[in-house]
């Protein structure tokens, strides 16, 4: 094992966590990244006087992270991180507003004073789901699903019906929850994977579930001073890192791949592991592609403003009157919708990193449909109007007021830049949530009819999000290891 070379192709947050699980376990690692620095999604935008993250904000699970940085070697515990209460704050069309927090005792308080007629369903919620919470990270997150064969077990079809898998997660909520925007502030957070409520199955209900178990936790200085973190631990581990190359395909022996082509240089490799978007690997293997549906798309409207919002939380959304009719919009018919979901970061009310004092930087996420021929995002006026008229909603309706003549930086992110960033179909989050895109039909981490080729990433099993990724990257890394085993048992 101690000379296995693998080739990393990206360095996002599962190339970056794959290289060190391996590095750990004694492989020799090279990572080949197409932009000057590694993170992906888990990096920062700035302009040097405001800096804010690209992408992800809410850190979910952070038992997860710790047990996969255990099998890297790494300690958690090196990460200042801190407990978001309340939650979010959810702001609907008519002014109302649903406080989540973290504790369970203040959440029932609250709704024993402000939904008292779902009091006890939400009692059972937190029964039902914190049982089903356990089983299904025990039998369907934290365990590859090859095949349909590895959900046939006793177990796991157990947990398939008691989460009544034909329904969508909003659906499966109102077996606890008659309030709409309860069912709204309890489904909204398949969003963070890139799924509709309506059409996400009820599995991912355990998302927002687990903000009340497990929290929503901040990481000091942004989240992705976490890439930051990880890439000082590969450098100490002298880990070869290959900036500003694009891995544009392979050199194959039958069905073992043995070195990996740049735009610049071959490099022999005794396995791979790809961090690119599931379905283009297939171009770089000269292979066809499974049609897949992408995730909703963003624009993200990054700023630094000259002033501070202290009474708002560090996540908030603004929620449109009706969630079927904005993600019908997003996914059936790939349009905007005429009322638009907003969510708002706000890390400057508790990190004074980000920005001068007194002033905030912020980023305003709006879910649009991802990439498509009908809207035209590199059009700069349809663009403007776009984001004038969600400044406006933040402005007048979402407590956000004065915050357009508080701009001194902007940039705007877009679901066709981030096709040309490398995101499939410019959808933010890979490919959708959806039953036949999820568990043992999400590609998985060995890349089929290939002995040495593997995939990690938002788009493979288990899916989208930080410390999912990370579990692809275990994923991929145990093959590894099992292959390599196979082959000494063989040669012994
Ligand atoms: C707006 C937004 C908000 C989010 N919010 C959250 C959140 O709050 N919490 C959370 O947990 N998750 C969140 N996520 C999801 C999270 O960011 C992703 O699931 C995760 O970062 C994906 O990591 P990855 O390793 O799969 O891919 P990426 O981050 O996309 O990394 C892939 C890397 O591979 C490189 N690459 C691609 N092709 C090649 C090639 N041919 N040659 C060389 N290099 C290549 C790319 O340049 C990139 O660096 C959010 C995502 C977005 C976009």
New binding site residues.
């Given amino acids: 094992m101690k000379d296995k070379h693998v080739c990393i192709?990206?360095?996002?947050?599962?190339?970056m966590m794959s290289a060190l699980i391996l590095t750990h376990k004694g492989y020799r690692v090279t990572i080949?990244?197409?932009?000057a620095h590694?993170?992906?999604?888990?990096t920062y935008r700035t302009n040097g006087t405001y800096k804010i993250d690209r992408?992800?904000?809410?850190?979910?699970l952070p038992h997860l992270h710790r047990e996969i940085f255990a099998q890297a070697g790494l300690d958690f515990d090196e990460l200042l991180i801190e407990r978001c209460d309340p939650t979010t704050i959810m702001q609907f069309h008519n002014g109302t507003h649903f406080v989540k927090m973290s504790d369970c005792q203040l959440q029932k308080a609250y709704f024993a004073r402000h939904y008292p007629e779902d009091f006890v369903g939400f009692e059972y919620y937190l029964e039902d789901m914190q049982n089903l919470y356990r089983r299904s990270e025990a039998h369907l997150l934290t365990r590859p699903l090859p095949s349909i064969k590895s959900i046939c077990n006793k177990e796991v079809l157990q947990i398939l019906k008691d989460m009544q898998l034909y329904r969508s997660t909003r659906s499966f909520l109102k077996n606890y929850f008659t309030n709409n925007q309860l069912l709204d502030a309890y489904s909204l957070q398949t969003l963070?994977v890139g799924g509709g409520p309506t059409l996400a199955p009820s599995l991912y209900s355990l998302i927002g579930f687990s903000e009340h178990e497990h929290g929503v936790w901040y990481v000091h200085g942004g989240?992705a001073s976490l890439t930051d973190h990880l890439v000082n631990k590969l450098e100490q581990r002298n880990v070869r890192i290959i900036y500003e190359?694009?891995?544009?395909g392979v050199e194959k022996m039958g069905s073992t791949v043995s070195k990996v082509n740049t735009n610049n240089q071959q490099i022999p490799c005794d396995a791979v592991i790809f961090?690119?978007?599931y379905p283009l690997i297939a171009d770089?293997l000269e292979r066809r592609s499974k049609k897949y549906e992408p995730s909703n798309g963003?624009v993200?409207i990054y700023l630094g403003i000259n002033r501070q919002y202290l009474q708002k939380p560090v996540h908030s959304f603004y929620l449109p009157e009706n969630f079927d009719i904005l993600f019908a919009n997003l996914f059936k018919k790939q349009q905007l919708p005429e009322e638009v979901a907003i969510y708002v970061f706000n890390p400057s009310v508790i990190d004074d990193t980000l920005a001068p004092s007194g002033h905030s930087s912020l980023y305003v996420?709006v879910p649009v449909p991802s990439q498509t021929q009908q809207i035209n995002w590199d059009d700069v006026v349809f663009l403007q109007a776009f984001v004038h008229q969600v400044m406006q909603i933040l402005e007048s309706d979402a407590g956000f007021s004065g915050i357009c003549d508080a701009i001194q930086w902007q940039e705007i992110l877009t679901p066709a830049d981030c096709e040309r960033?490398?995101?499939y179909l410019g959808g933010?989050?890979?490919i959708a949530p959806h039953l036949w895109q999820s568990g043992p039909f999400r590609p998985q981490a060995k890349i089929p009819k290939l002995s040495n080729a593997y995939a990690?990433?938002?788009s493979v099993h288990p899916g989208?999000?930080?410390?999912i990724?990370m579990q692809s990257a275990k994923f991929a890394c145990e093959e590894i290891q099992r292959g390599d085993m196979n082959d000494n048992t063989r040669s012994i």
């Avoid at 992408?55 to 979910?60: A, I």
């Avoid at 190359?245 to 544009?248: F, W």
């Fill in positions: 192709v990206g360095g996002g947050i599962g190339g080949i990244e197409k932009s590694l993170g992906g999604r888990l992408g992800p904000t809410v850190m979910l963070y989240y190359e694009t891995v544009i961090n690119t978007e770089l963003c993200t996420l960033e490398g995101l933010s989050f890979g990690v990433g938002a989208g999000g930080i410390p990724v």
